[in-house]
């Protein structure tokens, strides 16, 4: 599985990003795409995560409300809509694969390379 995000870049306070993973080579134990993000210092955490078949969806608290995951299956691509961002949701965001929807950064398997966000206030 090979996984790359794009999207990334920056953006004041308030502002709008779409993030985007597009996967080659899935498979049925990578059933799950997440997001994750780490800021400078910080360990890495859970943003958000779809499954490809069913659309389930999980969100991280600090994010409801703003940011959206969504997938398209037939351009094997997942989004991540973020919206009214704030200075602490500058991070690099990963993208993974998983085989079951969770919030566990150890339950992901494929890795993407990451792209930088940058929330200037």
């Known amino acids: 599985v090979q996984l790359v995000e794009s999207g990334g870049g920056l953006v004041q306070v308030g502002g709008s990003l779409r993030l985007s993973c597009a996967a080659s080579g899935r498979t049925f134990s990578s059933d799950v795409m997440g997001w994750f993000r780490q800021a400078p210092g910080k360990e890495r955490e859970f943003v958000a995560a779809i499954r490809w078949s069913s659309g389930s969806f999980s969100y991280a608290d600090s994010v409801k409300g703003r940011f959206t995951i969504s997938r398209d299956n037939a351009k094997n691509t997942v989004y991540l809509q973020m919206n009214s961002l704030k200075p602490e949701d500058t991070a690099i965001y990963y993208c993974?694969?998983?085989?079951?929807?969770?919030?566990?950064?150890?339950?992901?398997?494929?890795w993407g390379q990451g792209t930088q966000v940058t929330v200037s206030s």
């Open positions: 993974a694969t998983a085989g079951v929807l969770t919030w566990r950064a150890n339950d992901y398997t494929y």
